[in-house]
C-alpha cells in the first residue's frame, strides 16, 4: 500500500477527535471547523476502515467567552461498505452516495445531526454577568449536507481538496433558528506516518439563533449588569485551523496515533459586537486538542 493510500484511509484517525476542537462538549457551538465530509477520505483508497478516539480539549467556556477550560473528546469515523460516517462528540452525520475507491472526483450527500449545548449549563461559565442571563436549552439541530471532493491536486496523487455547504435547524424551540455553513478542506500525507491539513469554515445563522445567544433583555440588562441589546442574525463567524497526527505504533493505518490541532475563529457583526462578547467575552475564539486514536 502507498504512502498516499494509507494516508487517505487513515484520515479518520485524525478528524475524528479534531472535530471536536469546535463543537461544544464544553458547552461551545456546533462544529464549524471539520466538514461533515471528512469520512470520505477514509474511502478514497477503498476498504472498510474505522477509527476510535478520545483526547482532551481546551474551549471557550461559551460561544463568545474569553474564559476557557479542559473536557473530554470523543469521537469516531469511517467508511462501511462505501457508506462513510463521522461521529465526533455531539454531531453525527452520514454519506448516503458511495464512491468508487481511489484518486478522483466525488460528490457527497447525507443528514447532519447536533446538540448545541451552548450556554446550557450556567455551572461551566465563570463569568458571573453570562451566568445571571440563565440557561439555554440544549438544541437539537438536524439538517443534511452537499459537497464535492477531489483526490490528487497540488502535492500527490492522495492530497484532497473538498467543498461542503451543510444547514441544520434546530427542531426543539432552543434557538427555533437555521445555520448555514461552507467549508473549504485540504489534506496531505507526509509519509507513511505523518498527515497535515488545513480547513476554512464560517456560518450563517437567522435572527432567533442571534437573539437567543448574543441579545440581552431589558430583564436580563437588570440582573446582569450588562447593557441591553438587541442582536440580528447573518454571519456569525469564520474559523481557520490546521490539524495533524503522527502514528505512534506501526503505520497510520493500524494501531496508535497522536492526534493535535488547533483553530482560530473570528465573530462578526453584531455576534462580535454584543455585549456577551465585547464586554463579558471577546471576538477571538481559540481552541485547541490533543489526543490519542485507534484504526482497525
Same mark, same amino acid.
Given at each position: 500500500?502507498? +504512502?498516499?493510500?494509507?494516508?487517505?484511509? @487513515?484520515?479518520?484517525?485524525?478528524?475524528?477527535?479534531?472535530?471536536?476542537?469546535?463543537?461544544?462538549? &464544553? $458547552? %461551545?457551538?456546533?462544529?464549524?471547523?471539520?466538514?461533515p465530509d471528512a469520512?470520505?477520505? *477514509?474511502?478514497?483508497?477503498?476498504?472498510?476502515?474505522?477509527? +476510535?478516539?478520545?483526547?482532551? &480539549?481546551?474551549?471557550? /467556556?461559551?460561544?463568545?467567552?474569553?474564559?476557557?477550560?479542559?473536557?473530554?473528546?470523543?469521537?469516531? +469515523?469511517?467508511?462501511?461498505?462505501?457508506?462513510?460516517?463521522?461521529?465526533?462528540?455531539?454531531?453525527?452525520?452520514?454519506?448516503?452516495?458511495?464512491?468508487?475507491?481511489?484518486?478522483? +472526483?466525488?460528490? %457527497?450527500?447525507?443528514?447532519?445531526?447536533?446538540?448545541?449545548?451552548?450556554?446550557?449549563?450556567?455551572?461551566?461559565?465563570? /463569568?458571573?454577568? #453570562?451566568?445571571?442571563?440563565?440557561? *439555554?436549552?440544549?438544541a437539537i439541530e438536524?439538517?443534511?449536507?452537499?459537497?464535492?471532493?477531489?483526490?490528487? *491536486?497540488?502535492?500527490?496523487?492522495?492530497?484532497?481538496?473538498?467543498?461542503?455547504?451543510?444547514?441544520?435547524?434546530?427542531? !426543539? !424551540?432552543?434557538?427555533?433558528?437555521?445555520?448555514?455553513?461552507?467549508?473549504?478542506?485540504? @489534506?496531505?500525507?507526509?509519509?507513511?506516518?505523518t498527515l497535515v491539513?488545513?480547513?476554512?469554515? $464560517?456560518?450563517?445563522? !437567522?435572527?432567533?439563533?442571534?437573539?437567543?445567544?448574543?441579545?440581552?433583555?431589558?430583564? %436580563?440588562?437588570?440582573?446582569?449588569?450588562?447593557?441591553?441589546?438587541? $442582536?440580528?442574525?447573518?454571519?456569525? !463567524?469564520?474559523?481557520?485551523? &490546521?490539524?495533524?497526527?503522527?502514528?505512534?505504533?506501526?503505520? @497510520?493505518?493500524?494501531?496508535?496515533?497522536?492526534?493535535?490541532?488547533?483553530?482560530?475563529?473570528?465573530?462578526?457583526?453584531?455576534?462580535?459586537?454584543?455585549?456577551?462578547?465585547?464586554? &463579558?467575552?471577546?471576538?477571538? %475564539?481559540?481552541?485547541?486538542? #490533543?489526543?490519542?486514536?485507534?484504526?482497525?
Amino acid at each position: 500500500m502507498t +504512502i498516499g493510500e494509507t494516508a487517505l484511509r @487513515l484520515l479518520a484517525l485524525t478528524v475524528a477527535p479534531l472535530a471536536l476542537i469546535a463543537i461544544p462538549a &464544553a $458547552a %461551545q457551538n456546533a462544529p464549524t471547523a471539520v466538514p461533515p465530509d471528512a469520512a470520505e477520505a *477514509v474511502d478514497a483508497a477503498g476498504g472498510d476502515s474505522i477509527t +476510535i478516539g478520545a483526547g482532551g &480539549a481546551y474551549l471557550p /467556556d461559551y460561544e463568545g467567552s474569553n474564559d476557557y477550560r479542559f473536557s473530554p473528546a470523543p469521537g469516531a +469515523i469511517g467508511s462501511v461498505h462505501g457508506f462513510n460516517f463521522t461521529l465526533a462528540g455531539n454531531r453525527l452525520s452520514v454519506d448516503l452516495i458511495p464512491n468508487r475507491p481511489g484518486p478522483g +472526483i466525488d460528490i %457527497q450527500a447525507g443528514p447532519v445531526g447536533v446538540l448545541n449545548f451552548n450556554r446550557s449549563s450556567v455551572k461551566n461559565i465563570d /463569568d458571573v454577568r #453570562v451566568r445571571a442571563l440563565g440557561e *439555554v436549552n440544549t438544541a437539537i439541530e438536524l439538517g443534511g449536507y452537499v459537497g464535492i471532493g477531489k483526490t490528487g *491536486v497540488i502535492t500527490s496523487d492522495f492530497d484532497r481538496l473538498s467543498f461542503s455547504l451543510s444547514y441544520r435547524h434546530d427542531v !426543539n !424551540n432552543a434557538h427555533d433558528s437555521g445555520i448555514w455553513a461552507p467549508s473549504i478542506n485540504y @489534506l496531505t500525507p507526509l509519509s507513511r506516518k505523518t498527515l497535515v491539513g488545513l480547513f476554512v469554515s $464560517a456560518e450563517h445563522v !437567522n435572527d432567533r439563533y442571534a437573539r437567543t445567544y448574543f441579545s440581552v433583555t431589558p430583564g %436580563q440588562a437588570l440582573v446582569s449588569g450588562l447593557p441591553a441589546y438587541n $442582536a440580528g442574525g447573518g454571519w456569525k !463567524n469564520y474559523t481557520i485551523g &490546521a490539524l495533524g497526527t503522527v502514528s505512534l505504533t506501526g503505520d @497510520l493505518l493500524h494501531g496508535f496515533k497522536l492526534v493535535g490541532g488547533g483553530t482560530y475563529a473570528r465573530l462578526l457583526n453584531d455576534f462580535g459586537d454584543s455585549p456577551v462578547t465585547r464586554i &463579558a467575552g471577546r471576538r477571538s %475564539q481559540w481552541l485547541g486538542v #490533543v489526543g490519542l486514536a485507534y484504526t482497525f
